[in-house]
């Protein structure tokens, strides 16, 4: 395994949602490469039906995993959806932030994205290089604390 990347999500987050295209890209263009891509639903009061009509809703083939106590929200800090973790093989946290820099604040947006953080974090993995950016802020819908 090249990586593996949690990305938090919740079914009513519309800036999560309005990613699910370019999220199903980039499992499909990363899965032959090592890449384990999960959906992470931290929202406690989202049940297994709710999830299943968002996958299909949104036409998810990602593996989808249920955080409703929060466990791996407290592993890796992710404070908003969405918001992607990347594990390096090593099992160390090596990104946690935005996915794109398309969304500046809630509810201001780029027209398109400048910078494709996520996407140039697994190209250096796959690559075999080391990987400089850390943290990103991430702008979306925040976790609510249990």
């Known amino acids: 395994m090249t990586a593996t990347v949690f ?3 919740r079914a009513d987050c519309p800036i999560s949602n309005r990613y699910a295209p370019y999220v199903r890209r980039l499992h499909e263009t990363f899965a032959s490469s090592g890449v384990a891509f999960y959906l992470v639903y931290c929202d406690p009061d989202e049940s297994a039906a709710v999830i299943r009509q968002h996958l299909k809703e949104y ?3 990602t593996p989808a995993l249920m955080d409703p106590d929060h466990v791996l929200v407290a592993k890796t800090g992710a404070r908003v959806t969405p918001e992607a973790v990347v594990f390096s093989r090593d099992k160390e946290i090596v990104y946690r932030g935005r996915i794109d820099d398309q969304f500046v604040d809630f509810g201001k947006t780029r027209a398109a994205p400048t910078t494709k953080d996520l996407e140039e974090v697994l ?3 796959v690559a075999g290089e080391s ?3 850390g943290t990103t802020e991430a702008i979306g819908c925040f976790i609510q604390n249990l």
Do not use: D
Request: proline share 0%; hydrophobic share 50%; no cysteine.
């Open 59 to 61: 036409n998810y083939e």
């Open 7 to 9: 990305l938090f999500t």
């Open 123 to 125: 190209n250096a993995l």
């Open 131 to 133: 990987v400089s950016l």
